[in-house]
Each structure stands twice: as structure tokens, then as C-alpha cells.
């Protein structure tokens, strides 16, 4: 019995051996001028990636956070957790939970990836004022104001107070967020009870309140004043994050340099056609749709061409739909330039940091 038991133990010590998850290197905390945000998890099991943070709002505005626009990217594949929205008024801190499921090309449990911070947006307040006119509380009045529509949706009167619920609703553009601050609001006929400060509202919401007021035989008018706000959200612009296990060790890729003599020549500020240039772009579109080797196809086009731009490469390469396809594209067409001293600037149409490491690294050696 004993060398059974024994025997079982062994197995699962095994098999716990085997299903050991890497251990990370916790990121470094990253700020912004009005966020700031600190990483407090970065774990793995064999189906998934768990990364929390601690994100903090510094400034004086309203930082809003999409989670379902952050992604985790490796193998030019990416994952991202579920849709979830926050919203984080001034001074307010919120731990951000995020599971990734690994499907391929993305693996569990590997040694380095990308943790993608996008969907993060900041407004600044206060906002621009929209103008207004006093509102005479009546049951189902309503008014417009710019991309505002205010309705009192309930006006009961009682012996010794007036009841009122008013809705707010915004249909602002994308990149605006209504603003009620009813701090600002003041209001006639009476001494008004309001328990609601007032909040953000997106575009096609609303926002709805209510106030007692204690009546002294006048109407009830309600004078918004600057309460009622539109804010301009901007994107918070942060580095793909590069989390690697605390056993990850760099490969360093040979840079195997050309003979010179086989270096092709190229005429001086030559470049490819308008129609070949539009076929080119085309055919690339239509190879990656098929699931085609794109770059391969691009190369024998610029073979038998035998010319093109740099403006006109960094053009084609917004083509392609995943970071590597646009590096491995650069690096072909580079031989094919006419005008190789402004190659550079296809380094700034790469997205991750390591391809545009890499693309430097191969102009360093030409």
C-alpha cells in the first residue's frame, strides 16, 4: 500500500513539474500628465495571462478607460480580455483586472509579450459651457441646448414641497463627453434639496436627477448657468510594455551583410509608376486576403519593375495588416529604393518597439 501510495505521489509531483507557469518580471509603473498606473500582477496558467494594475486619476478632468481596447501580442497575434468601461473621476484610484485567453498564434505560458495599453482616453475639465436659458419647471416641458435636450420628466406639488425629476440627454460626436456639474445650477421659486452632484454623460446617454424644493409661492425656474459642459476626450498615448519571465534569455539574430556586388543600383529619385504603384497595392491587398505570402509576391513585383520610393514604401506598407508582414516588407523593398537616405522614415510606421529596433538595425548595416 505504501509503495502505491508512493508511486501516485511521485505522478504528481511530476506531473505538477511539468504544468509549472513562468514567473514575470513585474513592469515598471508608467505616468502620464494626468494618469498614472502600476502594475500589481503579471501571471500565467497553461490557458491564460492575468494582468492587474492600479490606475489613478491625477488631474482634474475624468480618465476613461476601455478595457476590451487592450491587448496582449506575441506572434503577430494578439487576445483581449472582456469589454468593460471605467470611469475614473479626479483623485480616484481602480485596480484593472485583465484575463487574457491564449488562442494561437498566441501561447500560454510563454517567455516574453506585449501588453497593448490602448483605449485609454483623458478629459480635461472644466469643459466649454454651453449656452443656455432658464427653464420654467412645467410636467413634460423640455428645451434644447446645442447637443443637449433637457425634459422634466416629473413635477408633482405637495403641500409643503414641489418634486422634480429632469433627464439629461447628450448627442454629442465621438470624442466628446457631456457634462452636468449641478453643483452650478441655480434655482428659483424656492429652496432646492439637490442630492446628485452631477456626472459625465457619452454620447446618445443621458443623465437623470431630482431635487425637493421647498416652495415660497413662485415658480420653480432653473437657472443652468455653466453647468451643463462639453469635454474633448484625448488619447493617453502609452508604449507597448514588454513582459518577459524572469528566466527569458535575449536571441541575438545574426546580421548576415551582402556582398556589395550584389547590391543592386538604382537610379537616382526613381520611382514606381502611378498604375504600377495602384496594382501593386491592390495585389498585396488581394494575396493577404487569400491567405497568400504577400511579401514574396511584392518582392518578384519590385524585381521586375526595379524601382520605387520611400514615400511609396511606407505607403504600401499600411497595407499590411500585422507589424511583422510591414518589417519583413521594408527590409526587401529597402534594396529596391531609389531615394535610400529618407528610408528612415519607415521606421515610424512600425508599431512595436522590438520591429522598429530591428528595422534600425538593418539600416545601420547597409
Not at 420653480?220 to 513582459?243: F, H, K, M, P, Y
Not at 516588407?329 to 531615394?339: I, N, V
Request: with cysteine.
Amino acid at each position: 500500500m505504501k509503495k502505491q501510495f508512493s508511486f501516485i505521489f511521485l505522478l504528481l509531483m511530476i506531473g505538477t513539474s511539468y504544468a509549472q507557469t513562468k514567473v514575470y518580471n513585474m513592469p515598471k509603473s508608467i505616468t502620464t500628465d494626468h494618469s498614472s498606473f502600476t502594475f500589481e500582477k503579471v501571471k500565467s496558467s497553461t490557458s491564460s495571462y492575468y494582468i492587474n494594475y492600479k490606475a489613478k486619476n491625477t488631474g482634474n478632468g475624468y480618465l476613461i478607460i476601455d478595457r476590451n481596447e487592450t491587448a496582449l501580442s506575441m506572434n503577430e497575434g494578439e487576445v483581449r480580455p472582456t469589454k468593460t468601461q471605467y470611469v475614473l473621476k479626479p483623485g480616484d484610484s481602480k485596480t484593472i483586472y485583465n484575463e487574457f485567453r491564449a488562442k494561437p498564434p498566441v501561447k500560454a505560458n510563454a517567455d516574453q509579450f506585449f501588453l497593448q495599453m490602448k483605449g485609454i482616453r483623458y478629459a480635461k475639465a472644466p469643459g466649454t459651457a454651453v449656452k443656455t436659458e432658464p427653464l420654467t419647471v412645467a410636467e413634460k416641458v423640455e428645451k434644447t441646448y446645442g447637443n443637449f435636450h433637457v425634459k422634466v420628466m416629473e413635477h408633482n406639488v405637495y403641500s409643503d414641497r414641489v418634486y422634480v425629476q429632469v433627464k439629461c440627454s447628450f448627442q454629442g460626436k465621438v470624442g466628446q463627453l457631456g457634462y452636468l456639474d449641478l453643483s452650478k445650477v441655480n434655482v428659483s421659486g424656492g429652496e432646492p434639496k439637490i442630492v446628485k452632484k452631477g456626472d459625465i454623460i457619452f454620447p446618445n446617454k443621458s443623465y437623470t436627477f431630482s431635487m425637493n424644493i421647498t416652495p415660497n409661492g413662485e415658480a420653480v425656474v432653473i437657472d443652468w448657468a455653466d453647468a451643463i459642459q462639453v469635454l474633448q476626450l484625448e488619447e493617453v498615448s502609452i508604449e507597448n510594455v514588454d513582459i518577459r519571465s524572469t528566466t527569458y534569455v535575449e536571441k541575438k539574430e545574426e546580421v548576415k551583410e551582402e556582398p556589395k556586388e550584389e547590391k543592386k543600383e538604382v537610379a537616382k529619385d526613381c520611382e514606381m509608376s502611378f498604375a504600377d504603384f495602384s496594382k501593386l497595392k491592390n495585389d498585396i491587398k488581394a494575396e493577404m486576403n487569400a491567405g497568400g505570402k504577400s511579401v514574396e509576391m511584392a518582392n518578384e513585383f519590385l524585381m521586375e519593375k526595379g524601382c520605387i520610393s520611400t514615400a511609396q514604401v511606407v505607403d504600401l506598407m499600411g497595407v499590411f495588416n500585422l507589424d511583422g508582414k510591414r518589417l519583413a516588407f521594408a527590409k526587401m523593398a529597402f534594396e529596391y529604393t531609389s531615394d535610400k537616405s529618407k528610408y528612415h522614415m519607415a521606421v515610424g510606421k512600425l508599431s512595436y518597439v522590438k520591429n522598429k529596433e530591428a528595422l534600425e538595425e538593418f539600416l545601420g548595416h547597409q
